[in-house]
């Protein structure tokens, strides 16, 4: 089984009405959980890999690791650049076998925004690739959610239908509410979902996207810092809602930071139970089943995508 493009998962999803995971990979035992989880549930899974990723594992590395999970699981997978911040990067991913990739324009001008995407579609697209984009600015950890603030950075739906048509997208982020990273907001999260079902009438059958949406589970963040850690983690957008997003047009749901605290929690609590272990397997294989367990409970409690394959 090939490596395959996000472009059927995401019409079965939006007329199912549930959206496909995104987990963010940097290694072997990463790559192991998720597919393990997605195996098991029978679920749809796209892997992504960051710029970041690439340069800590090198793109040839990922790239095999994620052809010997197909080969092992048997599952369709899609692999997709994270975050491509300009269009060479997306041009190395396309020209290194990667099925999908993010460019992401979000800090430049409508205009600016238009044209890279525009740029990435051209090359993509003849080469059976599929391109995700983003448009508005998820908000930042210091970020108060008001309603000037929403305005000035939260997607306008009118925009999203331009965008949309100028660029020929087959998937588009936006920004109403999420925020990357274990420390999000100050306030209570929450998503704008009237924004969202008016983008989603705009854009009718057309693939949204949800990036920073780990809910920085308190129970890892605790358990981190039980055993040493000193995490300042906050409040993420509570699962319940983004589980209701999935029934209004968000296909794809990004999830990394959620891993990582329940992958370094469990190396925590094993090496503090564990000190005289020094042998990497001990700790690395309940880290690997602490990633199986957290994308199981993503794909129930977020993405409602389990037997959906
Ligand atoms: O949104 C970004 C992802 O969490 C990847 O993070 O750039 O540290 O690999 P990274
Ligand atoms: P989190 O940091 O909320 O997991 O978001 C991950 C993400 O959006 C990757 O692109
Ligand atoms: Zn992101």
Redesign the pocket.
Known sequence: MPLVTSKEMFSKAYAGNYAVGAF?VNNMEIIQGIVDAAKEEQAPLIL?V?AGARKYAKHVYLMKLVEAAIEDSGLPICLHL??GEDFEICKACIDGGFTSVMIDGSKYSFEENIALTRQVVEYAHPRGVVVEAELGRLAGVEDAVKVNTKEATYTDPKEAVEFVERTGVDSLAIAIG????AYKFKGEPSLDMERLETITKLLPGFPLVL????TVLPEFVDKCNQYGGQIAGAK?VPEEMLFAAGKLGVCKI?????LRLAMTASIREYLASNPADFDPRQYLRPARDAIKNMVKHKINAVLNCSGKL
């Open positions: 963010n992504q960051s994270d975050h999420t925020s990357h990273g990036h920073g949406a780990s993420g990004n999830i990394d930071t959620d």
